[in-house]
């Protein structure tokens, strides 16, 4: 069945994605794979805080929300957010592992016109450097031409009511290399990116006293959102 929209990971930033997109009318398929999560969603049921039983049922009900384990239907969307996993590891840097196994998954089912962005936690690079070749290695496509690539790191702070995934600003940061050729970076705009991605560094290469203070940044300040180039 073609849909507007496949999240991939329902947990607690897929689930309140879907049901925003949902809210306004788009159709959305969550891709896990948990099937009891998937049998769950399917049900109506909600097991994330921030979507209630109540409103996401009606939106089952109505065909807006679906979930599936079976990635081949991701070929049926328009547009594909990947919103997985991606733990602190030892070294206190995000771990990649189930992200990348899952874009090698994802790359074959991607077409022409498709829309990717990846809405998980990471370094700046990530998009550009690990998810951009597996999926164009897998598709025989190319980002920025024949599909978009985007990247737009969540900001949901589960439990709160005042900033929601349909409030909290997000940016999106989107490859056009193909579309006109890029500037060189001057060194006050190097200065300028290096501050708003101070935050998404690995802890580990920040102070302590940063690191605290990036963590009580409100959703509405800079903070997390400045990772465009991830
Ligand atoms: N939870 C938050 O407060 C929050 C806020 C902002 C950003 N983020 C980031 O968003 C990303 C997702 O976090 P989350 O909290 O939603 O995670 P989560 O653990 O709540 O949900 C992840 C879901 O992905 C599924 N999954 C695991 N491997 C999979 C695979 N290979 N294919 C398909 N599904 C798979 C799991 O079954 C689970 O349902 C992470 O990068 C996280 O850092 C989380």
Request: hydrophobic share 35%; net charge positive; aromatic share 4%.
């Amino acid at each position: 069945m073609k849909r507007d929209i496949a999240i991939v990971g329902a947990g607690y930033v897929g689930v309140p994605l879907a049901r925003t997109f949902a809210d306004a009318g788009k159709s959305v398929l969550l891709v896990d794979v948990d099937a009891s999560r998937v049998a769950q969603l399917n049900a109506g049921e909600s097991y994330i805080e921030d979507v209630p039983t109540e409103a996401l049922k009606p939106l089952v009900e109505a065909g807006l929300v679906a979930a599936t384990t079976d990635y081949d239907e991701l070929g049926e969307v328009d547009a594909i957010l990947i919103a997985l996993p991606t733990p602190i590891s030892r070294q206190r840097e995000p771990d990649l592992r189930i992200l990348l196994s899952a874009t090698e998954l994802i790359a074959p089912r991607v077409r022409a016109g498709h829309l990717v962005v990846l809405e998980s936690t990471t370094y700046p690079g990530t998009t550009r450097e690990q998810v951009q070749p597996i999926l164009e290695r897998g598709s025989g496509l190319t980002a920025g031409k024949d599909f978009h690539l985007a990247f737009s790191p969540e900001r949901v702070d589960p439990g709160r009511e005042d900033w929601t995934t349909k409030s909290v600003t997000k940016v999106v940061g989107v490859s056009t290399r193909h579309r006109r050729p890029r500037r060189p970076i001057s060194t006050r705009q190097r200065s300028t990116t290096s501050t708003a991605f101070r935050h998404l560094r690995p802890p580990s290469s920040r102070s302590s006293s940063r690191t605290s203070s990036a963590r009580s940044t409100s959703p509405s300040s800079t903070s997390s959102r400045s990772c465009v180039t991830g």
